[in-house]
């Protein structure tokens, strides 16, 4: 583990310079192996700054770490706009030898002025180290010499805990400015830089970033999902968004299994590459989980086909529907008929079964939540023959139950039952949905837990039921629940829909493909690349991760594609520095414990519009509505740009950021 | 609840700023960058530092009051030394990047900036970026607004006012850093929804925004023996260009200016309002056919904004909007025709040179449609603060010349009812004097309409015109929020309404977008013009349209009768739609996301 030579972290001097006894404490870890092969020198961030090699540069690296800052200024306030320009030139001149009078005092000077009187999260926080350094280590600023101008490379990434918070690192901030700046189009580019489906994720996200927002301890987190729907639609809804075949054209072509947002994602990302791609799906439209999994009172299809389908075959991507992996074709027949790269993408779509008394999927009046769901979407979208009636019972807690019993009230069924086995508040569905349900006319039955179907003549006509109460906490402050003897009773159902669950089909790959599953069926892939243990092939979204959100497929088919690229155009996999830093954001938690400093005015939340309870169950119409123009410039207001620089200082340079090929091509060929 | 203020125990509402608890209890602390008047908190300047004491234990903590609320027990102190050094060095940094070229900025002599510098006592700047801007192209558009962002002071007022005082929406923030500043979106008037109201330059507290200037172009004009220079001069401009040589608002210097526009060589002295009366003519017979054929309600069409907003916002409306053409444009016809051949003036060499309030009159001189093979009626239009910069570089001070009279027989007699064209509901009570006239063969008896005299943004009023028309409904905007409302309710069905004067500016021209700047406040001065507005109309002898003289003569001499077949081609127009929105360009986001920063 690193210990440091010296530093500040959190206000704490730390100096161990002349001494080499004593235990100097390690404040974070994983910096010590932060790049291979590459010694890691100082770390600098908003909290502080920790020195590793006695040989740093502090001067070079502030002066690095204060270029970036300028870089990253938003120009909007002068503090922040001019002062990190003026600190990154002192410093600079400092560097080179200049040791005019004061240089020093006046870089300390503006310094404080742009902590304390910034506007933003960026000015507020980009000179805190700075002051630190010059208030407790002013001895360390000393001219560069020639050796350590060699030996001494800053990598500085800027990010924000909304940004941290996201699996697909949106820069949430710059989308926000994008929308306040009325420049609806860029914030829409800032999405799609990251993935297709900014329309639909601005619909459907779960939102890591609003709970991460600190505008929360205020008034309440900024609506940045609602933002990020009004400017998708103001591209998708009004038919404004167009994409054309890349011109750089890579002579390769990968195969995507599961049009799904993870397939998709990767599929737009390697066509905006220039690497051509067939999508393969069991499905008729693309979607995966969002389409078929997702009713449309949440998620309208066009809107879904507008940026998954559209945008993948005006890219020029190629879509083969109805094919399923393992049913007819193998990853081994893929790579024979010569695709270049193989991407896994096809989901956990297998509902998991209660585990109860007489609990068969083949019985009538039984149905997992997904082929429920499946079975909506084909009779609203197609028209195909579905009826529900009579009393419906749906068991679980999740999104997918919620989506079970609002899709069910739609449906026309007579009554509706929600049965989960612990409180309301530990329901791991998003609250919006919970309320959303309770309003449509659900039915809960909390505290209560199934045992058995009653079954009569190979169909389903109740379930036998346990009432079950919460235990005492336990050491960390955790309620079980437990089921109360002699509480069972029946209620009786004309449906019964398990919906606790998803997992993976283990049918898909043979063993002798030679692509490791874990014991859930899982894909076993690099966390951090995405190749699984067969060369040539990658694998992301609930493949990998079990059932988990749609933001967290999309991130998996970005990130996929980055590999992919990489191995195809570069011969191996690297992992991109960014990436190696958010694990090391993540790993400290460096973000996740975030405060606000001093109150903002308060500023009311916007509340996006939504059709009426009594009238949305009588149609599969969506529920949110539009916000105006004037909500979204209200509500971006709102946004306090929590932006945060962090600088590891290496003796070698890492690779360079990979920027995605789209922007400008770095591998021509 | 309770807290500080320089020693001052001082009560205050939850949610309330520092700035604004200053405020009310009279204590100043120097701002820049936000205007209370159109209620724009943007927070970007920095300047209005206080030094906070937030309990007794407490260090000290330097804020901004504009931003900050205010909380109870805190100790507010405004002026101790290290604030003032503060806001200096807040200044300092804002001049740093700023285009310090004073001399040569549109906003010399009346700089919002430099006001600020000396509120805050600025002593020294002593570094300079410039890159930014310094290798900036000069806008050389030909739209009537320019915008120099290396004078941009980012306060973002020009936003504020074109999306919550105007609802247009035309502006975004654009760049980076250095580069920040503002542009139109999509990049040019044509692609964005601008409809040249001017509203952004008389916020704007620099020479960031400022008209395109072409006082240059008159001066050629008056100098060249060869040219026949005529001008025409606003209603509003006399009610308030006053103001830039010390006179209070509101002051008359209509004699003023005839004698100023005479001492430099002015060939023919004209006045718009000849041209209003002309308007009414033809806009009220206009009105009076569409009413006979129950087609309502019938838009007005003086105003030059209002035209592009309904081109460019609402082309479903067009067919609502009166044809009379504006009075600048008929002044320009008639001169070029009339004036002309009574005169006996070639009118290849005449100019057309007319004096407004007003930056879409540049615009809407220059549509092909007002002119004649390429020559356009008005040949140049100059804004009252181009128009100010005119008498300063000949030397003229108004304050000091004796008033003099119109000498022109044919274009410069004006009624009461044309002064009146200069503010909100104007227009509205000029035509119902002259369609009263028509209708019943005798004159209004309340001549001053009293219904139509409120300045809310959207009003509406009866107005009994008799005869056979009996009582029409009528509305009155100004201000293009409400305008759009009520454009909204003419579609869908909810309003009811015969005739609809719409003036894009709030407060009507004399407070249009090309009247004089004020300091850290909008259209202060609205109510004292308007009031000068209404008793110019008291003191004309005339006061409706169809009694001008002048005006008689041009129909018996020239042009025949109101909506003649000649007055028809002469002083009508057409419109069309301007559709602004375009594709969604995701490869220039991810361009400009390239540029910035390290990602």
Redesign the interface.
């Known amino acids: 583990m690193t210990t440091s030579v010296y530093g500040v972290w959190d206000g704490e001097v730390h100096d161990f310079r002349r001494t080499q006894s004593g235990e100097p404490p390690s404040v974070l870890k994983g910096l010590e192996d932060f790049a291979p092969y590459n010694k890691t020198k100082a770390f600098i961030a908003d909290r502080g700054f920790l020195v590793f090699e006695r040989d740093t540069s502090l001067v070079e690296a502030f002066s690095q770490y204060m270029a970036?800052a300028?870089?990253?200024?938003?120009?909007?306030?002068?503090?922040c706009?001019?002062?990190t320009?003026?600190i990154r030139d002192l410093l600079q001149d400092f560097s080179g030898g200049s040791t005019g009078k004061g240089i020093l005092e006046s870089v300390e000077?503006?310094a404080r002025?742009i902590t304390?009187?910034?506007?933003c999260g960026m000015g507020q926080s980009c000179a805190r180290a700075l002051l630190d350094a010059l208030q407790h280590f002013r001895s360390e600023f000393k001219p560069l010499t020639p050796a350590q101008a060699v030996f001494q490379h800053s990598f500085?990434?800027?990010t924000a805990p909304c940004i941290e918070a996201c699996p697909s690192k949106v820069?949430v901030p710059?989308y926000i400015?994008?929308v306040?700046?009325?420049?609806f189009?860029?914030a829409?580019?800032?999405v799609?830089?990251k993935y297709p489906m900014a329309a639909t994720c601005g619909r459907v996200c779960v939102r890591f970033c609003e709970t991460a927002c600190r505008r929360s301890a205020a008034e309440g987190a900024v609506g940045i999902r609602m933002l990020k729907r009004y400017a998708a639609d103001?591209?998708i809804t009004?038919d404004?968004?167009?994409?054309t075949k890349s011109p750089l054209q890579h002579n390769k072509r990968v195969a995507i299994i599961g049009a799904g947002p993870a397939g998709i994602t990767c599929a737009y990302k390697l066509l905006l590459d220039g690497i051509q791609v067939d999508v393969f799906d069991a499905q008729k439209a693309a979607g995966g989980m969002a389409s078929i999994g997702i009713p449309s009172y949440r998620l309208p299809k066009d809107v879904l086909k507008a940026e998954s389908e559209d945008i993948v075959r005006q890219l020029g991507g190629e879509f083969h529907y109805g094919r399923v992996l393992g049913q007819g074709f193998t990853v081994d027949d893929l790579l024979a008929k010569g695709y270049d790269a193989v991407f896994l993408g096809y989901g956990a779509s297998q509902g998991t079964l209660l585990g109860i008394r007489n609990e068969d999927p083949k019985l009538a009046g039984y149905a997992s939540g997904v082929d429920f769901l499946l079975k909506v979407h084909q009779h609203v979208e197609y028209g195909e023959p579905f009826a529900v009636h009579g009393d419906v019972l749906v068991v679980g807690g999740g999104n997918v139950a919620m989506d079970c019993v609002r899709s069910a009230r739609r449906m026309g069924a007579r009554s509706v039952h929600l049965i989960y086995r612990r409180t309301v508040e530990d329901m791991p569905a998003e609250r919006d949905e919970v309320l959303a349900a309770e309003h449509e006319g659900v039915i809960f039955h909390c505290l209560t837990n199934p045992s058995g179907l009653v079954v009569d003549n190979g169909r389903v006509t109740g379930v036998d039921l346990v009432r079950m109460r919460q235990t005492d906490r336990d050491a960390k402050g955790r309620r079980n629940v437990e089921a109360v003897p002699g509480s069972g009773f029946v209620m009786n159902c004309d449906l019964v829909v398990a919906a606790i669950g998803q997992q993976v089909d283990k049918n898909v790959l043979k063993p002798e493909e030679g692509i490791e599953l874990d014991r859930w069926n899982c894909i076993t892939v690099n966390p951090d690349t995405l190749e699984t243990s067969r060369k040539g092939v990658f694998a992301g979204g609930d493949c990998v991760l079990g059932p988990l959100t749609l933001v967290n497929a999309l991130d998996h088919g970005e990130r996929a594609a980055a590999s992919i690229r990489d191995y195809l155009l570069n011969g191996e996999v690297h992992i991109r520095p960014?990436r190696r830093m958010q694990n090391l954001l993540a790993r400290n938690r460096l973000l996740a414990d975030e405060c606000l400093q001093?109150?903002?005015?308060?500023k009311k939340p916007v509340t996006v519009p939504e059709l009426d309870a009594g009238e949305r169950i009588s149609h599969f119409k969506e529920v949110d509505r539009v916000i105006s123009?004037e909500m979204a410039?209200e509500e971006a207001s709102r946004c306090l740009r929590c932006y945060r620089l962090y600088s590891v200082v290496t003796e070698k340079q890492l690779p360079r950021?990979t920027?995605a090929g789209?922007?400008?091509p770095i591998f021509p060929e | 609840m309770k807290a500080h203020i320089n020693g001052k125990e001082l009560s205050f509402e939850p949610n309330e700023t520092i700035l604004e608890v200053a405020r009310k209890n009279g204590i100043f602390i120097p701002t820049l960058c936000e205007l209370n008047d159109i209620d724009h908190t943007p927070g970007t300047c920095r300047v209005c530092l206080v030094e906070v004491r937030q309990g007794e234990a407490a260090g000290l903590k330097y804020m901004t009051a504009c931003d900050t609320p205010m909380t109870e027990g805190w100790k507010i102190m405004t002026r101790t030394p290290k604030v003032q050094e503060m806001r200096q060095l807040q200044m300092e940094m804002i001049m740093a990047d700023h285009h310090q070229d004073c001399a040569s900025c549109p906003r010399n002599g009346n700089c919002e900036l430099l006001a600020t510098a000396n509120s805050v006592g600025l002593k020294q700047v002593r570094f300079h970026y410039t890159e930014g801007w310094e290798n900036l192209e000069p806008d050389q558009g030909s739209q009537p607004v320019i915008y120099d962002r290396s004078r941009c002071i980012r306060c973002q007022r020009c936003v504020a006012v074109c999306r919550t005082v105007q609802d247009v929406d035309a502006l975004e923030l654009a760049g980076w850093g250095n580069t920040a500043g503002v542009r139109l979106k999509g990049g040019s008037v044509a692609a964005s929804p601008c409809v040249t109201c001017g509203q952004c330059v008389m916020v704007c507290p620099t020479g960031a925004l400022s008209e395109r200037d072409q006082t240059q172009e008159v001066l050629d004009y008056l100098a060249d023996p060869e040219i026949v220079t005529v001008f025409q001069t606003a209603p509003a401009i006399r009610v308030g260009i006053g103001e830039e040589f010390g006179l209070p608002p509101g002051t008359n210097v209509e004699g003023q200016i005839i004698a100023a526009l005479r001492l430099m060589g002015a060939d023919i002295i004209l006045d718009t309002n000849f041209g209003a009366d002309v308007v009414i003519m033809e806009e009220g017979t206009e009105l009076l056919g569409r009413l006979k054929k129950s087609s309502r309600p019938t838009f007005t069409s003086c105003c030059p904004a209002w035209i592009n907003f309904a081109e460019k916002h609402y082309p479903q409306i067009l067919p609502l909007l009166s044809s009379t053409r504006s009075p600048q444009a008929v002044m320009g016809k008639i001169a070029k025709t009339y004036l002309a051949e009574k005169r006996g003036i070639d009118v290849q060499k005449m100019r057309m040179i007319s004096i407004m309030p007003c930056t879409a009159k540049k615009e809407e001189a220059a549509r092909p449609v007002l002119g004649e093979n390429g020559v356009p009626d008005v040949d140049i239009v100059l804004t009252m603060r181009e128009f100010a910069r005119l008498l300063r570089r000949e030397g003229i001070d108004l304050k000091l010349l004796e008033p003099s009279a119109y000498d022109d027989p044919l274009m410069s007699e004006y009624s009461g009812a044309a002064a009146i064209f200069g503010t909100t509901g104007g227009v509205m009570e000029a035509a119902v004097r002259t369609m009263y006239y028509v209708i019943n063969h005798k004159e209004l008896e309340h001549i001053e309409v009293a219904q139509l005299r409120g300045f809310e943004n959207v009003r509406s009023a009866n107005v009994n015109l008799g005869g056979e028309y009996g009582e029409i409904k009528v509305a009155m905007c100004h201000g293009l929020k409400g305008t759009r409302r009520i454009v909204e309710a003419v579609l869908d069905g909810s309003a009811d309404f015969d005739f609809i004067e719409v003036m894009a500016c709030p407060g009507g021209c004399v407070d249009g977008g090309g009247t004089l700047r004020s300091k850290k406040s909008y259209i202060p001065h609205a109510m004292k013009r308007r009031e000068t507005i209404f008793n110019i109309d008291r003191k004309t002898k005339v006061r409706q349209s169809h009694n001008n003289k002048q005006v008689q003569k041009l129909y018996a001499d020239f042009l025949d009768a109101p909506h003649s077949e000649k007055a028809h081609h002469m002083l009508h127009t057409h419109y069309s739609s301007r559709p602004c929105g375009v594709l969604a360009d995701i490869q220039a986001a991810w361009d400009e996301l390239k540029k910035q920063g390290g990602s």
């Open positions: 970036q300028a870089r990253e200024s938003c120009g909007r306030c002068a503090p706009r001019v002062g320009q003026r000077e503006i002025q304390d009187t910034s506007l500085v990434y800027t820069d710059r400015d994008g306040k700046g009325g420049k189009d860029f829409l580019g800032v799609l830089d103001q591209a009004n404004r968004l167009h994409f960014a001093t109150m903002p005015l308060h123009k410039y950021e920027p789209h922007r400008e």
